[in-house]
């Protein structure tokens, strides 16, 4: 056989080989890798390299090498499943180095970074007081996951007491010009109500590159035309407006009437009025 | 007097209201929250109904403006 008929044979040959084993060495992103799984890495890249070069002469013993170290990070990883032990032993345990606000020297001291890299980590997400720090822990990869002080942390709805209504996941329901029909189906639309909601809008079927819907049923068009304004949709703030203005009308009115049973019955009615307000707006602020 | 025409167009804006309502109840994925905006439109059918009451009243009264 030619020798570049051989390499090129070699070289796709140990690719396929490395697409079909790759899963076993599992979905962990590359930041979330450790010390173990970087230099495990090199050894399978220098070993393919290698024999892809015929560097190693003897092709079965190239492949066989490859293939013993695949079946021992496989079993590493079954163990590691299965043993406390062998996770810690792999993976390392995650270290604390602040609790309740104080510096664990002594575990610092064990991590190996020093109270300088403490700080400098700490700046990179932000911190710059040590003060403003509560709980602080090095995993096992050499992040520092650092978790604020409460009144350091940013507000949130409860903290403000302020009612919110759950949101579920908008759905998308144009992708690239083609409508999915089971996002629909899982809102329980159909392609129906997108065409009449799209011929509300005034744009044609095939202007639109994606299109997603909330949790309300409020749709949201992009158009592959940039050109075209489209009008935000206001459904909701127009709810809220048109309640308000009921409101103001039943007050107006209690005002004008003579009539003083009525003017009591107007005024019961603004009231009832403003009570369903308040009670929907959160759900509407979305 | 209430002007009968200023009554009737916030009985129909009410009316709109009570049916965007029930829009957003019949999709919304959250069981409480559809049970909300169920008591809502309950509250609001409420004043409907003495409106139209009121309504009546005024056509009664006025026979001009009866119709629609």
């Known amino acids: 056989m030619e020798p570049w008929i051989q390499l090129t044979l070699r070289v796709l040959g140990l690719f396929l080989l490395l697409v079909l084993v790759l899963p076993i060495l599992g979905r962990k992103p590359v930041s979330g890798m450790t010390f173990f799984d970087l230099i495990s890495g090199f050894v399978i890249a220098t070993m393919i390299s290698l024999i892809a070069f015929n560097i190693v002469g003897n092709l079965a013993m190239g492949v066989s090498g490859l293939l013993i170290w695949f079946l021992a990070l496989g079993v590493v990883r079954f163990l590691i499943q299965k043993s406390k032990w062998a996770h810690d032993h792999f993976y390392g345990k995650e270290i604390v180095i602040i609790k309740e606000g104080k510096v664990l020297e002594e575990n610092l001291h064990s991590t190996g970074i020093t109270g300088e890299e403490l700080l400098s980590q700490l700046r990179r997400k932000s911190i710059f007081q040590l003060a403003d720090v509560e709980f602080a822990v090095m995993e096992a990869n050499g992040d520092i996951s650092v978790l604020p002080k409460h009144e350091k942390q940013p507000l949130t709805p409860k903290d403000m007491r302020i009612q919110v209504s759950t949101i579920s996941e908008p759905q998308i329901v144009v992708l690239d010009g083609n409508i999915l029909d089971e996002p629909l189906n899982t809102l329980g639309l159909n392609r129906r109500w997108l065409q009449t909601e799209i011929e509300k809008m005034g744009i044609a079927t095939d202007n639109i590159f994606l299109a997603q819907v909330d949790s309300m049923g409020e749709l949201y068009v992009d158009l592959f035309d940039d050109a075209i304004q489209l009008p935000m949709p206001t459904t909701k703030e127009l709810l809220i407006a048109t309640l308000n203005k009921v409101e103001a009308d039943f007050i107006s009115f209690s005002l004008e009437t003579e009539n003083k049973e009525w003017q009591k019955k107007y005024k019961h009615m603004a009231k009832e009025i403003k009570e369903v307000t308040d009670k929907l707006e959160p759900h509407l602020k979305t | 007097m209430t002007v009968a025409t ?34 809502c439109n309950a509250g609001i059918n409420a004043v409907l109904d003495t409106l139209s009451i009121r309504i009546r009243e005024i056509e009664y009264e006025e026979h001009q403006f009866k119709g629609l």
């Open chain 2, 6 to 39: 200023q009554v009737k167009q916030t009985q129909a804006a009410l009316m709109g209201v009570e049916a965007t309502i029930r829009t957003y109840q019949l999709h919304h994925p959250n069981s409480d929250t559809r049970k909300l905006m169920e008591e």
